[in-house]
């Protein structure tokens, strides 16, 4: 079955720090990948996504990159804020009549001031 | 443009009481809907999802049920509630395509 491992939390930076979240995934044929973000009592915002290999989805400074022979879709930001501390949520999903989303564990990031 | 809303945004039950969360779409036609749980410190679970009214499909056998009476209304059920049942619950819903899903604002439920 699908399956979306992310690095476990939490992960503390400070202000303007890089950020990195690892994202790997197990799938058949052609996923699309999506990273969700979910502040404190929220629900989940769409961050980004990519729809095939080699596509970069990019929001808010947030950049990942579809690497379908790594299989993975990691998080990057270049320097981060306070107004990022988030749980980010990386899945998968396929274009199908179910649309179904799988995602993985979520990663709690809090950068300090 | 599209709306879900999804309501209370807060309950406190008492185990053995029934639940009933709801779960509205505005703005779309006949999108697929979800019911996705969240435990303390975990990640999200997929309890049901349906492609369409009276369809519904479960993931996780357990003593929650879910009903879509109406295109764009998904509703969330149980007869009992369990100390278990206590989490935060999402809807979401999401078009043919693109494949990405809208999430509501969640319902903190609190099992006593």
């Known amino acids: 079955g699908n399956s979306v491992t992310q690095m476990e939390g939490p992960v503390t930076l400070s202000e303007e720090a890089f950020l990195t979240i690892n994202c790997t995934y197990t799938?058949?044929?052609?996923?699309?990948l999506f990273w969700y973000v979910q502040y404190p009592g929220e629900g989940l915002q769409l961050l980004l996504k990519?729809?095939?290999?080699?596509d970069k989805g990019s929001n808010k400074g947030f950049e990942a990159t579809y690497r379908k022979e790594t299989t993975s879709f990691h998080l990057e930001k270049g320097s981060v804020q306070v107004s990022d501390s988030a749980v980010y949520f990386c899945?998968?999903?396929?274009?199908?009549?179910?649309?179904?989303?799988?995602f993985g564990g979520g990663t709690r990031l809090m950068v300090k001031p | 443009s599209q709306t879900i809303h999804q309501w209370p945004a807060t309950l406190v039950q008492p185990v053995g009481s029934p639940l009933s969360l709801e779960c509205t779409v505005e703005?779309?036609?006949?999108?697929?809907l979800y019911w996705y749980r969240q435990a303390a410190g975990r990640g999200l679970q997929l309890l049901f999802y349906s492609v369409g009214i009276g369809q519904i499909s479960s993931e996780v056998p357990q003593n929650l049920s879910a009903s879509r009476p109406q295109d764009r209304q998904f509703i969330l059920s149980s007869k009992k509630l369990l100390l278990s049942d206590s989490g935060f619950y999402l809807c979401?819903?999401?078009?043919?395509?693109?494949?990405?899903?809208?999430f509501g604002q969640g319902t903190r439920l609190t099992v006593v």
């Open positions: 703005g779309t036609s006949n999108p697929n």
């Open positions: 979401a819903w999401s078009d043919r395509a693109p494949p990405e899903a809208f």
């Open positions: 899945a998968l999903s396929y274009n199908n009549a179910g649309n179904m989303l799988t």
């Open positions: 799938a058949t044929g052609y996923p699309s």
């Open positions: 990519a729809t095939k290999a080699d």
